[in-house]
């Protein structure tokens, strides 16, 4: 079936740098995705989301990026901190459905 | 005042036996799922219930069930437990007609 996928597993930033966390998407239907933070020994965490309809959209110290063209998903943290440090996941959804579709993860580790 | 919470953390159990696992949500929400979080971190959809509708992801071999006493409770009853069912299972839950999900602490499921 379709997946979502992340470029690279593992990204190492040190403190204070922006962090980039890409996404591939294969189902050109999705119109719904949702970043997620798992920090160790816990569960995922909502971060932020987009529809279709958009490209860009803020949050506080993240944005995401939406290209439908190439179909890629973008996560930028700015002033990355150690707490950032955790797994992070791009999740999608095909109008209809409400079940959430992850893809594969990246561990981002922030040095200080 | 946990939103999602998950019994038994830890569990540890032969292979073979039966086992319960239990999650409660206080939300309110009308959808709940169980995810299955593999040792590489990839997260898994095993199945989707509200009050109406259960789907069921047909991977997920019949030795898997969810029970669900009532709206806030979806607990997984796994019979004959294998060594590959070693994993993180986690619950989570979203109101109706969203994908924002709230996700549980996670099970960690050590079958031996």
């Known amino acids: 079936g379709e997946s979502v996928g992340l470029h690279l597993p593992t990204l190492s930033v040190q403190e204070g740098d922006n962090s980039i966390i890409n996404c591939a998407y294969s189902?050109?239907?999705?119109?719904?995705f949702i970043w997620y933070k798992q920090e160790s020994g816990k569960g995922p965490q909502f971060i932020i989301d987009i529809r279709s309809n958009m490209d860009k959209r803020q949050g506080q110290r993240v944005t995401v990026l939406l290209n439908k063209t190439v179909k890629h998903l973008s996560l930028q943290i700015a002033a990355t901190q150690p707490g950032d440090s955790a797994v992070y996941f791009c999740a999608e959804n095909e109008g209809g459905s409400y079940i959430p579709t992850f893809g594969r993860g990246t561990s981002l580790i922030v040095h200080p | 005042d946990t939103a999602v919470s998950q019994t038994p953390k830890y569990l540890v159990t032969q292979m073979g036996n039966d086992k319960s696992i239990k999650c409660e949500q206080n939300?309110?929400?009308?959808?709940m799922y169980w995810y299955k979080q593999d040792s590489k971190k990839f997260l898994k959809i095993m199945f989707s219930y509200n009050n109406k509708e259960l789907i069921i992801n047909e991977t997920v071999p019949n030795r898997f069930s969810p029970k669900s006493p009532d709206k806030a409770h979806l607990n997984l009853h796994i019979n004959s437990l294998e060594l590959g069912d070693s994993a993180v299972y986690f619950c989570?839950?979203?109101?109706?007609?969203?994908?924002?999900?709230?996700f549980g602490q996670g099970t960690r499921l050590t079958v031996v």
């Open positions: 989570a839950s979203s109101p109706i007609g969203r994908t924002e999900a709230f």
């Open positions: 189902n050109s239907a999705s119109d719904y």
């Open positions: 939300l309110g929400h009308d959808t």
